[in-house]
């Protein structure tokens, strides 16, 4: 999302309970179920800062980028290398090594234009349903909110779909110091950073959270749209209640503060056997990859965006304020005239009331040297909040044709139409974008051999990238629009420094999930089902 410089509303928060000392080990126990049977392409060693993301700097030397006014050639290893630092790959395979699942495998990538970067990325399997979880987490105003949420939204969502007896026993286990089942497999790339020194908060608000389901004693089907807005709605509600409480340890409420004040979208797939659910706020985008007879691919889009170009959603908006705002709530396509996102995780500065964010800014001032209350309050700021963190949940039943899924943030979007991706990926999975025959056409010696030379290169930068989400930020920085990449033009995207590559692009984060067909087909028995959701563009 491009110039934005965004961050606020006052919501009743439940009463928070007082706990006592979290035991670290069991801590640990819930929160970490690292997977050693990984795949990983390609990483390189994380670059460590006190303020800093665990990722790959673009460049060694960022600022010598010009010779005598021309780009400075990239060799094909250091673009390789911009490219791989940070994808990862997984294949889902039986213990006896054999493919029983409805996914084949999946791959994700991350490509900085910000540094540090404001995307995250989460995968994670709910090792108590057996289901998988995917995300995209686009950041702005800093990287702090992506990066909470993409930490803490997957166990929201895992407590939320658990029955009652196990979180009765969950609770138990913490209560009596006994070990604990962990609740995710995470599948991470090893600079993937992790917010160790919030850890016990965030066990403190999620322990909140079950407990308050208990207390509900509700204990039927799972309905997973409903969770995935609880868990959305609830997260949010603790990210804003942690940034008001004094927990008397300054560094974790300097963390919160900043975790409020910045924001992120989300795009979250729930993959259940055949059923898909997919959780989106903001303009992230899942999009599906679907084979028809033919053999041609089309993209079936299962998120709308939530921003000016979505007329429903600038009529929600504009609906919940009086009609004397009608004007001003969304200006220069924008919220209040500077958040492009009208969904967004954080972001306390669009949803706390005038009078709260006073409050707590001019009570800490240390906390936030510079930040004046009057520049901090957006203009025409009359009837909070004017931002929400609920999910629009759009559920889909996966079909054999349907082959892949990808989830990206906007930074591919702007560069890239869904379809130019979906076509781009079938091809790549059938590689037929440099097989195809040629028949009814006359050529010179001269353009054949051309044409050999290309068809080459396009095998070869097939074989190249082993990761679909590498070669589609391969093609969407370098790509002339035909399954070609221009290596110039590649090399001069990826040579710009993040103060102007800022300029000409956003993060980047792709996840493509790859379904088994054949298993799928068994699954479904071959029958189809249609799906309605409102096309974006």
């Not at 390189?44 to 673009?58: L, M, Q, R």
């Not at 658990?162 to 962990?182: F, G, H, S, Y």
């Not at 949940?393 to 379809?419: C, N, Y």
């Amino acid at each position: 999302m491009f110039w934005q410089r965004h961050t606020g509303h006052l919501i009743q928060y439940p009463t928070m309970k007082k706990w006592t000392a979290v035991n670290l080990k069991l801590f640990a126990q819930l929160f970490w179920c690292h997977n050693p049977k990984a795949r990983l392409c390609h990483y390189a060693t994380p670059s460590v800062g006190v303020d800093a993301v665990n990722y790959t700097e673009p460049l060694p030397q960022r600022r010598n980028y010009r010779t005598n006014g021309q780009s400075s050639p990239i060799p094909s290893s250091r673009i390789n290398h911009i490219l791989k630092s940070n994808e990862y790959s997984l294949k889902v395979n039986r213990a006896d090594g054999r493919n029983a699942s409805l996914m084949l495998e999946f791959d994700s990538n991350l490509l900085a234009s910000n540094w540090p970067p404001e995307d995250r990325r989460s995968v994670a399997t709910c090792l108590q349903s057996k289901t998988n979880l995917f995300g995209v987490f686009d950041g702005h105003a800093g990287y702090a909110c992506a990066q909470a949420v993409s930490e803490r939204l997957f166990y929201y969502i895992a407590v939320s779909l658990l029955p009652l007896k196990t979180l009765e026993d969950i609770e138990a286990a913490v209560e009596n110091e006994r070990p604990l089942i962990p609740l995710l497999q995470w599948h991470k790339h090893p600079s993937d950073h992790a917010s160790t020194e919030a850890g016990k908060l965030y066990f403190s608000s999620l322990r909140t959270y079950w407990q308050e389901l208990i207390d509900l004693r509700e204990d039927g089907d799972r309905d997973v749209p409903a969770a995935l807005g609880n868990a959305f709605r609830r997260l949010d509600s603790d990210i804003s209640l942690e940034a008001q409480a004094d927990f008397g340890e300054l560094g974790s409420h300097y963390m919160s503060l900043r975790v409020a004040l910045s924001g992120c979208t989300a795009c979250v797939a729930h993959i259940d056997g055949t059923e898909l659910h997919v959780a989106n706020l903001g303009d992230s985008r899942a999009v599906i990859g679907v084979q028809e007879e033919d053999g041609s691919w089309s993209a079936l889009t299962i998120t709308n965006d939530h921003n000016a170009q979505n007329p429903e959603e600038v009529q929600r908006v504009q609906s919940q304020h009086p009609a004397s705002e009608e004007k001003t709530v969304v200006k220069y396509d924008r919220l209040l005239g500077l958040l492009m996102p009208f969904r967004a995780f954080g972001d306390i500065r669009f949803k706390w009331s005038s009078e709260l964010l006073k409050r707590v800014c001019e009570g800490h001032p240390d906390m936030l040297p510079g930040i004046d209350f009057v520049k901090l309050l957006p203009p025409n700021y009359h009837t909070p909040p004017y931002l929400t963190a609920e999910p629009e949940v759009t559920h889909h039943s996966l079909r054999p044709q349907d082959k892949f899924i990808i989830l990206a943030t906007d930074g591919l979007w702007e560069l890239m139409h869904r379809q130019t991706v979906v076509q781009m990926v079938g091809e790549y999975l059938t590689g037929v974008h440099w097989q195809k025959p040629l028949s009814g056409h006359s050529f010179t010696v001269g353009q054949m051999l051309s044409l050999l030379v290309e068809r080459k290169a396009r095998a070869l930068s097939t074989l190249e990238d082993k990761n679909v989400a590498t070669h589609i930020l391969r093609q969407a920085l370098g790509g002339d629009g035909f399954s070609n990449v221009d290596p110039r033009r590649l090399a001069t995207m990826l040579s710009l420094p993040p103060e102007l590559a800022r300029m000409y692009r956003d993060d980047i984060t792709v996840v493509v999930v790859w379904l088994n067909n054949p298993i799928l087909q068994i699954a479904t028995g071959g029958t189809f089902s249609n799906n309605r959701i409102t096309d974006p563009l």
